[in-house]
C-alpha cells in the first residue's frame, strides 16, 4: 500500500522459473512474501557451483536467497541486515535496506550490494559470515528508490580486479557527502538535489583498496525516483549504465511550484 505498512498479495511470487522454449511456468518462489518493504528490484543471477546450478536472488526484504535451478527449492539464505534492524516506513529511518542491485558470482565468491551502500562478499556459497568488501554509506544517499542501484565486475576479474558500482550520491553536483543524510524532508516537491555517481572500486581481495569515479559532477537527480538504474558489460566489452526519466511518480513534466532550479 501507499504506506509501505502491508503487501496487497504476498502469496504472490516474487521469483518464477520460465521454459524459454515453451513459455510455461517450471517453478514459482513466494521469496520475501509479506515481508517486502518498499518494492522489488534485484534481478536472479544463475551460478554454477560445483556442478549445480543455483538462481540467486536478492529480495526486497533484504534477504539474499538461493535457489535450485531445477527444482525451486530453497538452499539457502542470508539476511544482509541486522538481526536489530526494524522496518520504519518512512523518509530517514528506513532501518532495515533492500537488495536492489543483482549479486554477482565470480571465481566462487558472491558479492551482494545493499541499498545503502555496503557492499558483503561471501568467500563461497557455504559461507555464513561474508565479508564488507566496502562501505560506501556516507556517499550513498538510500531514500525511496534511490541508493546503490548497480554493479557489475570486470569481465576479466579477478586478474582485472574492478568492480563497478553505480549509486546516488548524498549531495548535489560539487557539494560534499553527506547532506541529507538519508532524509529528505519534502522527496516529493524536488527540493533535496543529489547526483549520480558512477565508480570503479579496486579490489584487494576482499575489500575494496580505493575508488575512482567515472561519471561524477555531471548527473543531477532532483526527485526521489526514475534516477539512476543498472551496471553491465555487454558482449563488445563496453560498460553500459541505464537511468530513467529524472522525474517520479507524481512529476513528469515539471508542473510543480517551487521546486528547486539545480
Not at 546503490?148 to 553536483?173: E, K, N, S
Not at 555517481?197 to 579496486?202: C, E, G, P, Y
Request: aromatic fraction near 10%.
Amino acid at each position: 500500500n501507499e504506506g509501505h505498512t502491508r503487501v496487497a498479495s504476498p502469496r504472490a511470487p516474487s521469483l518464477i522459473a520460465v521454459d524459454k522454449r515453451s513459455g510455461e511456468v517450471v517453478w514459482r518462489a513466494i521469496g520475501p512474501g509479506e515481508q517486502v518493504l518498499h518494492g522489488q528490484w534485484s534481478s536472479p543471477v544463475a551460478a554454477n557451483v560445483n556442478g549445480r546450478l543455483q538462481v540467486l536472488f536478492g529480495g526486497g526484504d533484504g534477504w539474499l536467497r538461493a535457489y535450485d535451478a531445477a527444482s525451486g527449492h530453497e538452499v539457502w539464505r542470508f539476511d544482509g541486515n541486522p538481526k536489530d534492524a526494524r522496518w520504519l516506513p518512512r523518509p530517514g529511518v528506513l532501518s532495515r535496506g533492500a537488495i536492489m542491485a543483482s549479486p554477482v558470482f565470480a571465481d566462487g565468491r558472491v558479492f551482494v550490494a545493499e541499498q545503502s551502500g555496503r557492499i558483503k562478499v561471501f568467500d563461497s556459497l557455504d559461507d555464513p559470515t561474508p565479508t564488507v568488501f566496502a562501505d560506501l554509506s556516507t556517499e550513498v544517499f538510500g531514500e525511496i528508490d534511490r541508493g546503490l542501484l548497480g554493479m557489475a565486475l570486470d569481465p576479466g576479474f579477478p586478474a582485472q580486479p574492478y568492480v563497478y558500482v553505480l549509486y546516488t550520491r548524498d549531495a548535489a553536483i560539487g557539494e560534499s557527502a553527506p547532506k541529507w543524510h538519508d532524509d529528505c524532508p519534502d522527496h516529493t516537491k524536488g527540493r533535496c538535489v543529489v547526483s549520480g555517481r558512477l565508480s570503479r572500486l579496486t579490489a584487494g581481495g576482499n575489500q575494496m583498496t580505493a575508488e575512482r569515479p567515472l561519471i561524477n559532477a555531471a548527473w543531477c537527480q532532483q526527485f526521489g525516483s526514475h534516477s539512476i538504474g543498472d551496471v553491465r558489460f555487454g558482449p563488445d566489452g563496453a560498460l553500459y549504465a541505464t537511468g530513467g526519466d529524472g522525474a517520479m511518480w507524481s512529476v513528469d513534466y515539471g508542473q510543480l511550484d517551487g521546486a528547486a532550479n539545480p
